[in-house]
């Protein structure tokens, strides 16, 4: 695990913890990562610093700041064991309720915004990645922002594809980005038709997309903090979205 490194971003009506991961040469390309409903803490701090090792200026806001700060909402308790994982999420699972896309959109083009102000930033558009919900905010991100993000990660996201006006999917079609997805084996919030559904919105607007269910892999598979990590899907994430960012960000 990582410690966190935490800054202030300005967002409307106030201001927004970030996780910040630098490369080792002191800047590169910006990567926005979304964190997932368990939210921002040493596991999140970890990833960022993998991602940075490959030469990336990593944010990582916390996006449920109006619920509380880091230290308020961060866990307590064993995520590692079901029931440890369980009894937390029935506390953060309001949280995501809360958060709906009219209050995340403005929230993100202000991360972005301080992202690519920063001087560990390299000039040129960006990279998203998400996890868990925040699959969703990475895709609108997507779709809202065109011309700054070049790159877009989702990592066994769920609800990406529903029958609200406001659906994560609905977003590609005025997304640019190249897109690599990594759905979760058997993942109730996103069943094989939602995946096919998904596809199909990344190719009728023409968008170069990895639309994969890695096998055996459960909800979460990334997090080596719960019980719900798999190494192997985790491992092909890392590769899978290294790849990305290499490709689109430093041709």
């Given at each position: 695990?990582?410690d966190?490194h935490?800054?202030?971003?300005?967002v409307?009506?106030g201001?927004?913890?970030a996780?910040l991961?630098?490369?080792?040469d002191g800047?590169?390309?910006?990567v926005l990562?979304?964190?997932d409903?368990i939210?921002l803490?040493?596991?999140?701090a970890?990833?960022c610093?993998?991602?940075?090792?490959w030469?990336?200026?990593?944010?990582?806001?916390n996006v449920f700041?109006r619920?509380?700060?880091?230290?308020?909402?961060?866990?307590t308790?064993?995520l590692?064991?079901?029931?440890?994982?369980?009894?937390?999420?029935?506390?953060?699972?309001?949280r995501?309720?809360?958060l709906t896309?009219d209050?995340?959109r403005p929230d993100?083009?202000?991360y972005l915004?301080h992202l690519?102000?920063?001087d560990?930033?390299?000039d040129?558009?960006v990279g998203?990645?998400?996890?868990?919900m925040g699959?969703?905010?990475?895709?609108?991100?997507?779709g809202d922002?065109?011309?700054?993000?070049?790159a877009?990660?989702?990592?066994?996201?769920?609800g990406?594809?529903?029958?609200?006006p406001?659906?994560?999917?609905?977003s590609?079609a005025?997304?640019?980005?190249?897109?690599?997805?990594?759905?979760a084996?058997?993942?109730?919030?996103?069943?094989p038709?939602?995946?096919?559904a998904?596809g199909a919105?990344?190719?009728?607007?023409?968008l170069t997309?990895?639309?994969?269910v890695?096998?055996d892999?459960?909800?979460g598979?990334s997090m080596?903090d719960t019980?719900m990590y798999?190494?192997a899907g985790?491992?092909?994430?890392f590769a899978?979205l290294?790849?990305l960012?290499?490709r689109?960000l430093?041709?």
């Amino acid at each position: 695990m990582s410690d966190l490194h935490l800054v202030d971003v300005p967002v409307p009506g106030g201001s927004a913890e970030a996780h910040l991961s630098l490369p080792p040469d002191g800047h590169g390309p910006g990567v926005l990562f979304v964190m997932d409903a368990i939210g921002l803490r040493p596991q999140i701090a970890a990833m960022c610093e993998r991602i940075a090792s490959w030469g990336y200026t990593v944010l990582a806001p916390n996006v449920f700041h109006r619920e509380g700060t880091v230290a308020e909402l961060m866990p307590t308790g064993d995520l590692r064991t079901p029931e440890g994982r369980d009894a937390f999420m029935q506390l953060a699972m309001p949280r995501v309720g809360h958060l709906t896309s009219d209050l995340s959109r403005p929230d993100v083009a202000a991360y972005l915004d301080h992202l690519r102000g920063l001087d560990a930033t390299d000039d040129g558009p960006v990279g998203v990645t998400g996890y868990c919900m925040g699959v969703r905010i990475a895709l609108r991100a997507a779709g809202d922002h065109p011309d700054v993000v070049a790159a877009c990660g989702g990592f066994h996201g769920g609800g990406l594809v529903t029958d609200e006006p406001d659906s994560p999917h609905l977003s590609l079609a005025t997304a640019r980005a190249e897109l690599v997805l990594g759905h979760a084996d058997h993942d109730r919030s996103m069943p094989p038709e939602a995946v096919e559904a998904l596809g199909a919105a990344a190719a009728a607007a023409g968008l170069t997309v990895s639309n994969a269910v890695y096998p055996d892999a459960p909800h979460g598979y990334s997090m080596a903090d719960t019980s719900m990590y798999q190494e192997a899907g985790a491992e092909r994430h890392f590769a899978e979205l290294r790849g990305l960012l290499d490709r689109i960000l430093r041709p």
